[in-house]
C-alpha cells in the first residue's frame, strides 16, 4: 500500500465531497491515507496523520499555502508533494479538483517528475542549535505596526552589502520569487536558477534594487534601529520575532522540496496561465478557467 498523507483546506469549497470520492477510491488505488486531524471528520474510518509519519506522498488540498503548509510538515524528508488547487492561481500546485484522481493513478504509475525545490533555513544568529525555520517560499524580516522606516545592515558570507533603509527584506528562494517578492519589484526567477533572493519592502532610496546571490551564500541580517522587536513571518504563515540589534541568519536547507509534476506542465506555461503572459486572447482563456 502507498501511504499518503492528506492535508486541506476546509475553507475551500467542495472539499468534504473530494475527500469523500478519495476516501472511496483509496482500496482500488492501493492507498493507505492519514488525514490531518481537522479532516476526519469527512473521512472518520482513516488513520490520523502525524509529525514524522512515514509516507510515500503528501497530497494537498487548497491552494498553494496549503501545499506550504504540507512541505512544513515533512521537515525536509524526501517524500514528493502533490497539490491540488482548490482556489484560483495555484502555482505550487500540479492539478485541479477534477484532476485528482487522474493524477494519482499517474503518480502512482511513475507517469511523473520529481522536480527539487530549493528551501532556506534561518535562526537567530548565534544560536546554534535553537529554534530554526524553513521556508519553501521566503523568510520576511519587517517592522509590524512601526511606522518607520528601518536600516537593515545586510551581510553575506560576514562581506557586508549594504545598509538597507526600507520596512522589511525579503529573503526567498527561486519557488518564491513569485509570492510576497514579485510583489514587492522583485525579478521572477527559473525554479532551477538555485539563488537566494534579497527583496527591500518599501525602499526609502531608488540606489535599493533586489540583489541575486549564489545559493551557497550565508545571509545575515541585522536592524540597526527599529522597534524593540522586529517580526519574521515564514512562508506567509509562521511568525515570531527576534529582539532589536539581533541577527538573523539564513542559508539553505541541504534537503529540498519534492514538488511532483507531470509532462504537460512546465514553469512558462504555468507562468503564461497564472499571470496572463500573452495577447488577450490568452488571458480570457485563463479567466475562462479561474
Not at 69 to 82: K, N, Y
Not at 104 to 122: I, K, S, V
Not at 139 to 151: E, Q, S, T, W, Y
Not at 196 to 221: F, G, N, Y
Amino acid at each position: 500500500m502507498t501511504r499518503v498523507g492528506v492535508v486541506g483546506n476546509l475553507r475551500f469549497r467542495g472539499i468534504g465531497a473530494i475527500l469523500g470520492a478519495l476516501r472511496a477510491s483509496a482500496s482500488e488505488l492501493g492507498v493507505a491515507l492519514f488525514l490531518e486531524e481537522e479532516l476526519l471528520g469527512h473521512a472518520p474510518d482513516s488513520d490520523r496523520l502525524t509529525q514524522g509519519a512515514e509516507l510515500d506522498l503528501m497530497l494537498t488540498l487548497g491552494g498553494d499555502g496549503t501545499m506550504l503548509r504540507g512541505a512544513r510538515m515533512l521537515e525536509g524528508r524526501p517524500v514528493p508533494v502533490l497539490g491540488a488547487n482548490l482556489g484560483h492561481l495555484g502555482f505550487l500546485t500540479s492539478c485541479g479538483p477534477d484532476e485528482l484522481e487522474s493524477a494519482l493513478r499517474r503518480f502512482l504509475a511513475g507517469e511523473h517528475r520529481l522536480e527539487p525545490r530549493m528551501a532556506l533555513l534561518a535562526r537567530p544568529s548565534g544560536a546554534e542549535h535553537g529554534v530554526t525555520w524553513r521556508a519553501l517560499n521566503d523568510i520576511v524580516l519587517h517592522k509590524g505596526g512601526f511606522a518607520r522606516v528601518i536600516n537593515l545592515r545586510v551581510s553575506s558570507n560576514d562581506e557586508l552589502i549594504a545598509t538597507f533603509a526600507a520596512d522589511g527584506l525579503i529573503i526567498s528562494t527561486p519557488t518564491g520569487s513569485t509570492a510576497y517578492s514579485l510583489s514587492a519589484g522583485g525579478p521572477v526567477v527559473v525554479p532551477t536558477v538555485e539563488s537566494i533572493l534579497l527583496t527591500p519592502i518599501s525602499a526609502h532610496t531608488l540606489a535599493i534594487r533586489p540583489v541575486l546571490l549564489p545559493p551557497s551564500d550565508m545571509v545575515e541580517v541585522r536592524a540597526d534601529n527599529g522597534p524593540d522587536e522586529l517580526l519574521i513571518t515564514v512562508d506567509g504563515q509562521v511568525g515570531d520575532s527576534i529582539a532589536r540589534g539581533q541577527g538573523l541568519t539564513i542559508r539553505r536547507s541541504p534537503n529540498p522540496v519534492l514538488i511532483v509534476r507531470f509532462s504537460e506542465h512546465t514553469f512558462f506555461s504555468r507562468m503564461r496561465r497564472k499571470l496572463g503572459w500573452g495577447g488577450l486572447r490568452e488571458r480570457d482563456e485563463v479567466d475562462d478557467r479561474c
